[in-house]
């Protein structure tokens, strides 16, 4: 199985993207999502995250303006993104923790959506 990440393009300050990210095969759920961003010349760094647990946290950088979610049937993964700023450009990865009736849950990488925000 992979994830499908999607939603990522060329948005102007203070506009708003949506990302999503879901597996490319039906029958799984999703258990806890991770969504990072690895800007140019930078680390991969965590933005925001929905453990199993069910609690929910956001990087400083973000908070206010970005929001995780998930559907409700638990297949699509979401992040929201407000009054985006240029430091937002990035390539945005999904990580979700996935099972199904056959598999006990196992994390995954999506390939990376990018983002450019314009000034």
């Known amino acids: ?4 990440a999607s939603g990522g393009g060329l948005v102007q300050a203070g506009g708003s993207l949506r990302l ?3 597996p490319s095969e039906s ?11 690895q800007a140019p010349g930078k680390e991969r760094e965590l933005v925001a995250q929905f453990t199993s647990s069910g609690s929910t946290d ?3 950088f973000v908070k206010g303006r970005f ?11 979401y992040l929201e993104m407000n009054n985006l700023r240029p ?13 199904s009736y056959r598999y006990s849950p ?10 450019t925000v314009s000034s």
């Open 87 to 99: 430091e937002d450009t990035a390539v945005y990865y999904c990580n979700l923790e996935i099972y």
């Open 106 to 115: 196992r994390r995954y990488w999506g390939q990376g959506t990018l983002v």
């Open 27 to 37: 029958g799984y759920l999703i258990n806890a999502v991770g969504w990072y961003r």
């Open 67 to 77: 929001t995780i979610s998930t559907d409700n049937a638990k297949k699509t993964a």
């Open 20 to 22: 999503s990210c879901a």
């Open 58 to 60: 956001y990087a400083d």
């Open 1 to 4: 199985v992979q994830l499908q």
